[in-house]
Each structure stands twice: as C-alpha cells, then as structure tokens.
C-alpha cells in the first residue's frame, strides 16, 4: 500500500525458540513438586501463558486452576504452586493461605514460582508472616514474550511506574538477562547505542553478565546486528499524543492486551464477543496496521470487492473444478472475509467513539501544541474538556502535553488547570499531581527558572541594567522549553507545501497526521545515518545526555554484513504503535529491520494511569 519501500529489508529471526525455552522450562518447574497439585496463577501472567502454553499442557501437572486473588474452595489436593509476579501484596496473599491451613490442621506442600525473578523483600514478608520456612521458591525466568515477528515484550508494565516514578531499580536485573539471552541466541551484536540513565545501567550490567558467563559466541553467524536501547523518559511527548495509525487506534480504544483484541458485539454484530490474535499471520490486518485511519476503509472496501469476485467465480465452475476450489480455497476465502468483517466492524466502531469524543478537535489541538501556536486557545480547549467532565486521563493527558511542550506551566495557568481539574474529578486527585510533578509529566515553571540560560548569554554583552531589561523583553522566548528547541534541531515538525499526502507519506509524520515526526524514531535514524552520536551534541545537552556508542565487533567488515541492517531497538518504559509503525517505515525506507523489544506496549492512557492514585 503506503509503502513504497527502496531497499529490501532482511529477514528478521525466528522468535518461535523464546516460546519453547520459556514453556520447557515452566513445564520442568512444575515437575519438580511431582504428583497433582493445584496451580494459583496471578492475573496479568494469564494472557501471556495463554500465548506460550495452553491449558491442556498444563492439565498434564495440575488439577485445578486458580486466579489469584481468588481463595480456594474446599481443595482436597495436598500441593500448591503459585505462579506469581514478586508483589508484596501477593506474598501476604499465598501467606493468609498457609496460615489458614495451618489454623485448620491441614497439611500441604507449597511452592512459589516467582516470574521472572523473585526480590529479597518477597522473602522478608513470608518470614514476617511465618511462613518461609513451609514454602519451596523458584524462579521462571520468563524475559521474553513473542507477540509478532518484530515485536518482543517483557510484559513488564509496571516497570515504567517503579523505574521512573519510585527510582526503583529492581528490574533492570530483567532487561540485562533478557538482552543476554538475545546475544547469545541471535547475537553477537556488533554495536550498542544508548541514551538514558536506565538504558545505560541496563547496558553496563548486561555486559557484566557476559563477562561472568564467558559464552562463546564469537565465529557464529549474528542474526541481530545492533542493538540501540532508549529510556521513555527520553521522549514523552510521542507516547502522550493520539494515536491515527490503525493499530494504534485499536490499542487506544480496545486496548490490545498480549498481541490480542477483545471485540465486543458493537464490532461483531451478534452478543458475542470474540477474542482476536492481532499480527502478521492476519492477512487483512498486516496490509492495513501501520496504514493512517483515512487510508484504511478504502483499503478495506476494495479488500471485500475483490473477495467478493473471487466467491463469484464459482458460477462457471465443473465439478471438477469446484471440487478443487473447495478444498484449497474456500476455507481461506471464509477466513479472510470473517476477518474482514471483524476489521470493517472495529473500524465503525472506532469512528463512532471518536466522533463522540470531539476527536478532530482534539488532533487540532494536540497540533498546535507540538507547533507552539494558539497556546491560549489550547489551554481553553482543556480547560473546557475539563469541566465537561468528558474523561479524567484526556484530560491530565493534555494538560501534561501542554506542560512538557511549554517547558512547564506558567503558575497561573497551573493553578488554575489544577483547581478546575480537582473540583471536577475529586480532591484525591493531589497525590496524582504530585506524582506527574515528580516525574516531569506536568510542571510549573519557577520564577527565573528558564530565565538563567537567556541571561548568561546576554550578560556577556551587555550590563546588568541592560541585562535584565533585555530578559522582561524576551520572558516570553525564554519559556520556550526544550522541546522547541530539540524540534527544531532535529526537524520534528515538517514543513509541507500544500497538503501532506497520508496515502503516500514521504517521512513517518504521517503517524501523526504529518504534524510531527516522532523525536525517539527520529534519533535512532539520525544515529544510524551517522553511525554514532557525532554532530548531535547539542540535542543531547536538551536531553540531558547519558548517552552511549560501544563497538562490541568487527562491524560492518564482518562477512556478515546483511545483519548490520537488522536493529533490535529496546524501549526502556513502553513503546507505542505509533513509533513501531513510524521505524517500521523508515526500514522500508532504508533497509532496515527493526526489531522491538519493550517492557510492555504502552499509550497515553496507560501512562496516565500509572500515575494516578485514588487515595487520598
């Protein structure tokens, strides 16, 4: 369609082994408390065992299957297994179990698989609660979660919260061993890029690991060339903006959870709802995914015609050949128009709920705050989202776009946007705003704050008395935040003559409308195109830095070349659709094939509320 790709991308790995050494290994794990046992599952490991294991793998070893969270109901087994994140809230779970029994005479054998790893504080509450010494731990070192043939998650969606809010190092530990088990399954990479305090932890501590295991992997044929890790800190802006490309949109109103979708009657014209595995094997979906929304129904309209035509060619048919056409092409045909329908059905609805949302006026305004024009309109538009009370996370996500693009509010503006804010959705909102205060989400500008870079300058040149008269001339210039200025240094917001065409885009802003170019794609192209972070100093100054270029191999003088054009790009945080689409088009464009690796999937919403606290 859209892609008219110059170069030929290479083929990327076959993930399918990272699922056989994760069941293998759970399988083993379960052996190990032999004979019937009942296995308490926490609840977000469900939908990923789902994609690596199905139920009647697991029945081979457990009676019963339990959520947890859910008590037990008059079990007669004499084992229990939990499979568990390393939550505190879930070891005082598994330790009211035990003591419970305990009370009752009951004696079990327990064991805790912790996944991926188990944390020293999860041992200190079963001793505080008595009983560490009846359970047997293990660890299921579960890193890496195929959900297509680019994309690897980790799953770890708390990550983003515990890294970047709490300062919490913990699963670092994760990144490092996942990244190790990638090196020494498709690597050696030859060259590592990096910005960001997490991502350069996460580097350091990835190569200590290979230095302690001394594998050997030097002489082997790499099928990853380099790798290039980024902190989501590194760019908020791309994750709050709304998503157009239809992938996108899905996530943003479905809510893609594992690389599948619940549809709801709404989409599937019947009362059910249907459970649908979104990736490159659905052959309607690969062919509109990281297409704009406006280029989709079109798409999908001729999609049906032509499945239509090829039903139709069964009137002039013989026997002969109708027998043939039945058992080599109809079950296909009725595949593709069931997923067809699914996708038409998706996009009404989609159209629906954003029509209802005010969605172009919304798009518009999240424009012209990534353009820096009609900044007082905008805020208006907020302040009225607001006290319409259309939606708690629209609207803190446009009041954190407003403050991230703006360099932080000015006091008034914040005062006020926080009141109204307050007084429409709850007081216990307070620690909701502390919490985006402390994470750089949503900030107030602090008298003379942004003044200091603009006086050094001209204090220069001029006397002090000159100074400060220059400064109240410019206060308005100072404001501008980094933002503007690593926009304009990279090139950001596209200058087009006439119409940006969607259909046939010429850079990834079309995966905003053509309004905005992706600043965490933007800086792996212009890092790949020079091979190293040379002649981007000032950029990194606005970004704060901590960035990293290491040559691990030979390169590009390697005989195996073809792997330098294949990037495993890790996003230290979340990674949006969006950027997936915009690399995914820059690598037709270059060829190259990015792979993603991400602590989870993430979108606007997701990252609201991980901040929001209902607590007073």
Not at 262 to 271: I, L, N, Q, R, Y
Request: proline share 3%.
């Amino acid at each position: 369609m859209a892609f008219a790709g110059r170069r030929d991308a290479p083929e990327p790995p076959d993930f399918a082994i990272l699922k056989r050494l994760a069941r293998d290994q759970l399988i083993y794990l379960l052996e190990q408390l032999p004979g019937r046992k009942d296995l308490f599952i926490e609840a977000d490991l469900m939908s990923p065992l789902d994609r690596i294991a199905n139920v009647s793998i697991l029945k081979h070893e457990v009676d019963k299957l339990y959520k947890v969270e859910n008590r037990p109901t008059s079990s007669t087994s004499d084992q229990f297994c939990f499979l568990v994140r390393p939550r505190i809230k879930t070891m005082k779970y598994i330790a009211d179990i035990i003591n419970a029994d305990k009370m009752a005479g009951r004696s079990r054998k327990y064991k805790i698989i912790f996944s991926p790893q188990k944390f020293y504080a999860c041992e200190m509450v079963l001793e505080e609660e008595g009983v560490f010494g009846d359970v047997s731990c293990d660890e299921w070192s579960f890193y890496l979660l195929p959900l297509d043939d680019d994309i690897i998650s980790m799953e770890l969606p708390e990550f983003f919260r515990d890294y970047f809010l709490e300062g919490d190092h913990r699963w670092i530990n994760c990144v490092a061993r996942a990244l190790q088990l990638l090196n020494s399954l498709y690597g050696p990479f030859s060259k590592a890029y990096g910005i960001g305090r997490c991502a350069k932890m996460s580097y350091e501590l990835w190569r200590d690991l290979e230095e302690e295991s001394e594998s050997d992997s030097q002489g082997r044929k790499p099928e990853i060339g380099n790798v290039f890790l980024m902190d989501r800190d590194t760019d908020y802006v791309t994750a709050l903006c709304s998503q157009v490309v239809y992938e996108g949109l899905v996530d943003d109103t479905f809510r893609i959870k594992c690389g599948s979708v619940d549809f709801g009657p709404d989409v599937t014209s019947s009362d059910k709802s249907i459970k649908v595995l979104l990736n490159s094997q659905d052959k309607v979906f690969s062919q509109i995914r990281n297409e704009h929304f406006s280029s989709v129904f079109g798409f999908l309209s001729q999609k049906s015609r032509n499945l239509q035509a090829q039903y139709d060619r069964r009137r002039g048919m013989d026997i002969k050949q109708m027998k043939n056409f039945v058992s080599q092409e109809l079950k296909g045909l009725k595949q593709e128009h069931r997923l067809l329908s699914l996708h038409i059905g998706a996009c009404e609805s989609i159209m629906k709920k954003k029509t209802k949302q005010d969605f172009q006026e919304m798009i518009k305004t999240e424009h012209s705050l990534l353009e820096g024009f009609d900044i007082r309109e905008s805020t208006s538009f907020i302040e009225e989202h607001i006290d319409r009370q259309v939606s708690p996370i629209e609207s803190l996500r446009l009041m954190c776009l407003l403050s991230i693009t703006e360099n932080g509010l000015i006091p008034k503006d914040y005062r006020s946007l926080k009141t109204q804010y307050l007084q429409s959705y709850g007081p216990e909102h307070l620690l909701t705003f502390h919490n985006l205060k402390r994470i750089g989400l949503l900030t107030e500008q602090s008298p003379g704050e942004t003044l200091t870079a603009v006086e050094s300058k001209v204090s220069k040149l001029v006397t002090d008395r000159a100074a400060g008269k220059i400064t109240d001339a410019f206060n308005s210039l100072a404001r501008k935040s980094n933002f503007r200025g690593i926009s304009k240094k990279l090139g950001l917001i596209p200058r087009v003559d006439g119409e940006y065409d969607l259909k046939m885009p010429r850079d990834m802003a079309y995966v905003f409308s053509g309004a905005y170019i992706p600043l965490s794609c933007k800086i792996i192209e212009q890092v790949l195109e020079r091979k190293s972070w040379l002649g981007l100093e000032e950029v990194l100054r606005l970004l704060n830095g901590n960035e990293f270029s290491v040559t691990e191999s030979a390169g590009e003088d390697s005989p195996a070349w073809e792997s330098q054009r294949i990037i495993l790009t890790v996003f230290l945080g979340g990674c949006t659709f969006s950027e997936i689409a915009a690399l995914r088009f820059l690598g037709k464009e270059k060829g190259y094939k990015f792979i993603f690796l991400t602590t989870a999937i993430t979108n606007s919403a997701r990252m609201m509320e991980a901040m929001i606290e209902t607590k007073a």
